[in-house]
């Protein structure tokens, strides 16, 4: 097997991966806090993370790999936008109410990029994590790492960083920092490194849960931070192989995961692969809801583009680069995606007996390319390079090889590509009707009835299909 090469923003150097269970790979990935729409440059994130978790399938089997997904469906923002929405709604129904609808838009999304769904999606706001949370705020209480100010609870960061080093993921300067001097919104500057909140005391107007820490009520709910730790554990253990988000969440999100979970988890380091997709630009400047230059999934469609054509622009540049959005950019993209299904369909030679015989989906693998399979698993072996893999996939179609064999070929490289290249090329599904109409032809053919077959020829065209007869049999194109 080939080895796995990954980027670690932990040692800021590209390691070999080697997940550290045998039977298991764990990886977590920031989910979206759903408040609003996702726009693309979020999507880009997850594109990165399903590439990385087909990579990771293709490398140590399918069933091996446990990839979580968090939503955020309570923080500073799902809160303040429910409160905007719905206005006259208890404060809980009205975060339920606004997190599961984007929620749900979100799932869509991810669908139409052909993002794999996670095996397990965890949500924040329900009770389970909570007390799993809650039980992390104690354990770093117990530990003289958290302290309570007025209905809160916070995290010690001088302490710590006397200790530890904090600050790592972005090489921070804490010679500054002050002693209990703390910050409560989730989201902040590194110039304004503080103690940051474990748990937030209940504010008349936001949903709460009930919380007993030391005999003292403290009715309240999470910060952000202490939600990813306490997910990641109750779903991978400590320590897990691989967590991901866009470098945005380096500092302050990632690093307070890595203190609290040391403190808490009584662990040297939490996970041992930190992966930072970096971000998507818009005329230089990254693409963000509150800088007002985005756009989302609907916005592509409107203008004309099918959302996977966003996906094939991504390949195009490394994950760990920045990568400025242009609707030039996603046309030559689309032209390129169109380029290579004609590409494939060239190489769709064969009846419709033979195409089931073709076994594609199930992996023929005497079928597939040795050489070019390694050459593909090299490229994407080293740190996701999809562009390479793209060049390994132009590369293959170009050679001597058998059609059938480039077909099957290409086809297993899409397992880790993810461009539905089967289904375009096939215009799947071809209903039972039309198999039918086939089969029935290809008998009157073999019987040479060509008044009969050409009758079918004229009906499968009336259905929208072209027909081809070709020496190997005829060939099916959606028209
Ligand atoms: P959020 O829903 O705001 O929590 O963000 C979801 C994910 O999108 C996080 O991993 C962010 O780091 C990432 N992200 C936000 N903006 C961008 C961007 N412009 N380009 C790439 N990733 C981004
Ligand atoms: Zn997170």
Not at 96 to 101: G, I, P, V, Y
Not at 260 to 276: K, L, R, T
Not at 449 to 457: A, T, Y
Request: glycine share 6%; proline share 3%; net charge negative.
């Amino acid at each position: 097997m080939r080895k796995l090469y990954l980027y670690n923003t932990l040692s800021k150097s590209k390691e070999e991966f080697n997940p550290i269970k045998d039977d298991q790979v764990g990886l977590y990935t920031c989910g979206p806090t759903v408040y609003n729409y996702a726009h693309i440059g979020n999507l880009r994130s997850y594109i990165f993370a399903d590439f990385l978790a087909r990579v990771l399938r293709y490398n140590f089997g399918q069933n091996r790999l446990l990839w979580v997904m968090n939503i955020t469906d309570v923080d500073d923002k799902t809160i303040r936008d429910s409160k905007i929405k719905y206005p006259d709604m208890d404060s809980m129904p009205a975060l339920k109410k606004l997190t599961s609808e984007y929620e749900g838009i979100f799932w869509q999304d991810m669908e139409k990029m052909n993002i794999l769904k996670p095996n397990k999606v965890t949500h924040a706001a329900d009770d389970y994590y909570i007390l799993k949370m809650q039980d992390l705020v104690k354990k770093i209480v117990e530990k003289g790492y958290g302290y309570v100010k007025e209905g809160s609870v916070y995290f010690n960061v001088k302490k710590y960083s006397n200790n530890h080093s904090y600050g790592k993921l972005i090489n921070l300067d804490v010679s500054n920092l002050k002693l209990g001097v703390s910050v409560e919104a989730d989201e902040y500057e590194k110039e304004n490194v503080q103690d940051f909140v474990l748990w937030k005391g209940r504010k008349s107007d936001e949903p709460f849960w009930e919380f007993l820490l030391n005999n003292e009520s403290l009715p309240g709910r999470p910060g952000w931070h202490i939600e990813c730790s306490a997910m990641g554990e109750a779903e991978l253990g400590m320590p897990f192989d691989i967590h991901t988000g866009g470098i945005d969440l380096k500092f302050p999100h990632h690093e307070n995961e890595i203190a609290q979970s040391i403190i808490g988890y009584n662990v040297a380091e939490p996970v041992n692969f930190w992966i930072h997709n970096d971000h998507l630009l818009v005329d230089g400047q990254r693409m963000g809801k509150r800088f007002k230059n985005f756009y989302t999934t609907k916005d592509l469609e409107e203008k004309g583009f099918k959302p996977l054509v966003y996906r094939f622009y991504c390949m195009q540049t490394n994950y760990g680069k920045q990568m400025n959005f242009t609707w030039e950019g996603l046309k030559a993209s689309q032209e390129g995606l169109n380029h290579l299904y004609n590409q494939v369909k060239e190489l769709i030679e064969v009846s419709d007996n033979q195409r089931e015989n073709l076994g594609v989906s199930d992996g023929s693998f005497d079928l597939i390319n040795k050489d070019f399979k390694n050459e593909f698993i090299e490229s994407i072996n080293d740190d996701l390079n999809m562009s390479k893999a793209l060049a390994v996939l132009q590369k293959t179609i170009k050679s001597n090889l058998s059609k059938k064999e480039k077909l099957n070929t290409i086809l297993d490289f899409d397992k880790v590509l993810g461009l539905d290249i089967e289904k375009e090329i096939y215009n799947q599904p071809i209903s039972d009707e039309i198999n039918d109409l086939i089969k029935q032809r290809e008998k009157f053919r073999r019987e040479k009835n060509w008044s009969e077959s050409d009758r079918l020829r004229e009906e499968i065209e009336k259905l929208g299909y072209g027909v081809e007869d070709g020496k190997d049999g005829m060939r099916i194109i959606k028209k």
